[in-house]
């Protein structure tokens, strides 16, 4: 006997219509109910969720720790008041979602007027093109021309941070996005990036055949990636899901490894300093990359616009469906003739070049690497930053990237930089309670994965 239940209007087969539009439960229902653990509720396991959000963010806002006395902030927020004041409002705020149901009207009702304006947008958009257009275009020159407002340092960090993690997401979204794979290692390829950047400027102990202007070294990167890519993704992508997480990983590893003990190829611990500025030498036209960061923002701002113009063609096209088909149910996609390991190692591979791009860029504006810039934890950010916009959506994936990468500096002034993780950990907590789907979703992806906050 199939019973639905949701909270108590649960209606079982066998009971009359008039109990069904009274609302009355059933006993089946009830019955079923009760042999419910009460923990394995959705609506009980959000309490639980919230509850410890709040106790983090009591240990977050409360006082330092003392190198003297290891455990003094644990034991002045855990006998305080602040810790009683984060629960109740995790638990207020639980309480309103749960069961106020005239707040949930008044939200709802506030979110639909806000959303009517974008639901009028979206056929308007697909009936002008040239308003299309015309809105790329206002906002490519917004990005140009408001870093010219901003001082040094956050134009430092819309660089370093911003623009280097947009284009790690962009090339993540292509292979767990798009194809489905869990790509834990992807960071990797950002290190085989810009070491390949210095190979081909000479400044490794082993030195090259021939040194390249340091622009060239941004295609050079790319199809070293890429084959990277195809190296690693030949004999692993057969498999799939946690498995696969877990090559991808221990090829991060490798990676990380040899960067670090091969001192007569990479340099080692010590790094690698001197890597030179962009440059350009055509003739008359001559310009030479320098420290302000500006001129790094503007062409990551042209090399960011050209692989979303890329990859929105590359999503509609026969290997974007096929992608798409793998993702949903890779099985049903090999059984209708799909060589679903060839279309795989092709998202992995565009994925791994992409991060090369961004190596490529970001060791030719800092002029040093190490290791130490290529951690495990990257690969772990990049990861979140795609969740958080939206898997599978590039405006999802600018927005979300570019948010959860600028947040470290906006906290910079309010909270202190040992804490700032913090407040971005429990960001994602609360996102992936009441919105899974992420900011802006895919349409297939806004469609499967129901909103947070349902039982």
């Keep these: 006997m199939s019973t639905t239940l949701h909270g108590t209007n649960a209606v079982a087969p066998g009971r009359g219509p008039a109990a069904a539009a009274a609302g009355r439960p059933s006993a089946e229902a009830l019955a079923a109910l ?44 855990f006998t305080g008041t602040a810790l009683w004041a984060w629960t109740a409002a995790a638990v207020a705020l639980w309480a309103v979602a749960e069961f106020g149901a005239a707040p949930r009207r008044v939200v709802a009702s506030g979110a639909k007027a806000a959303a009517a304006p974008l639901t009028r947008i979206r056929p308007a958009l697909e009936r002008r093109p040239w308003l299309r257009v015309t809105l790329v275009v206002a906002g490519l020159a917004a990005a140009v021309l408001l870093p010219l407002l901003f001082d040094r340092s956050t134009n430092q960090v819309l660089v370093d941070w911003v623009g280097i993690y947009i284009l790690l997401a962009l090339g993540l979204n292509v292979v767990i996005g798009w194809a489905g794979l869990l790509d834990l290692g992807f960071v990797a390829f950002f290190a085989i990036g810009g070491y390949s950047t210095a190979f081909w400027s000479g400044h490794l102990p082993i030195k090259p055949p021939f040194e390249l202007n340091p622009f060239l070294s941004i295609p050079v990167a790319m199809v070293t990636c890429l084959l990277a890519g195809i190296l690693l993704g030949a004999p692993t992508l057969r498999l799939r899901g946690d498995y696969l997480a877990i090559v991808t990983l221990g090829f991060h590893e490798i990676i990380y490894l040899i960067a670090k003990n091969a001192e007569s190829v990479t340099g080692g611990s010590l790094g690698v300093f001197g890597i030179p500025h962009f440059s350009v030498d055509l003739g008359p036209l001559q310009y030479r990359w320098g420290l302000d960061p500006l001129d790094y ?3 990551l701002i042209g090399l960011i616009t050209g692989l979303v113009l890329l990859f929105r063609k590359l999503e509609r096209s026969k290997i974007g469906r096929t992608w798409e088909a793998i993702r949903e149910d890779e099985v049903a996609a090999a059984a209708h003739g799909v060589d679903t390991v060839k279309y795989k190692l092709m998202a992995f591979a565009i994925g791994a070049s992409t991060s090369g791009i961004a190596g490529a860029v970001y060791a030719s504006k800092v002029g040093f690497i190490n290791p130490e810039n290529f951690p495990l934890l990257y690969s772990v950010l990049v990861l979140a930053y795609v969740i958080f916009g939206g898997m599978g959506s590039v405006p999802g994936v600018l927005l979300g990237a570019a948010l959860l990468a600028y947040l470290p500096h906006g906290l910079k002034d309010v909270v202190d930089q040992k804490d700032r993780f913090m407040y971005l950990g429990a960001l994602l907590v609360v996102m992936m309670i009441y919105r899974p789907q992420g900011l802006l979703p895919a349409r297939r992806r806004r469609r499967t994965v129901p909103t947070g906050g349902q039982s």
């Design 34 to 77: 009760r042999r419910v653990r009460w923990y394995r509720l959705p609506r009980w396991r959000r309490l639980g969720t919230l509850t410890a959000v709040g106790v983090l963010l009591a240990v977050m806002t409360g006082e330092q720790g003392s190198g003297a006395d290891l455990l003094f902030s644990l034991r002045t927020t």
């Design 297 to 299: 923002l503007w062409l």
